[in-house]
């Protein structure tokens, strides 16, 4: 699986964007997907990840309310609209793909370049 992730800009606080991962392959609902975002000098964390058929959902509790994740199967594209941004989501989001939903980074197999977000204040 091949991810190419997008949309990432310098927008203003309480602006919103949508992240989108287009996915190469024929095995693209049998992952399960998950957004990741990585600040200057912090460590990798867990945004949001949705299952294979995008039943389910998880999201971090600094996200949750504002960011929605989605996926089209038909597309082969995940998607995270971000909304009511903060100054304190400025990172280099990444998408990455898996066999089973889960929200630990080290568990996910293939991984997208990443697209820069910076929210100013």
């Known amino acids: 699986v091949q991810l190419q992730a997008c949309g990432g800009g310098l927008v203003q606080a309480g602006d919103s964007l949508r992240l989108s991962c287009a996915a190469s392959?024929?095995?693209?609902?049998?992952?399960?997907m998950g957004w990741f975002r990585q600040a200057p000098g912090k460590e990798r964390e867990f945004v949001a990840a949705?299952?294979?058929?995008?039943?389910?959902?998880a999201y971090a509790d600094s996200v949750k309310g504002r960011f929605t994740i989605s996926r089209d199967n038909v597309k082969n594209t995940m998607y995270l609209q971000m909304n009511s941004l903060k100054p304190e989501d400025t990172a280099i989001y990444y998408c990455a793909a898996r066999t089973g939903l889960s929200i630990s980074w080290y568990r996910y197999d293939y991984w997208g370049q990443g697209t820069q977000v910076t929210v100013s204040s």
């Open positions: 949705i299952s294979g058929g995008g039943g389910s959902t």
């Open positions: 392959g024929r095995t693209f609902s049998s992952h399960a």
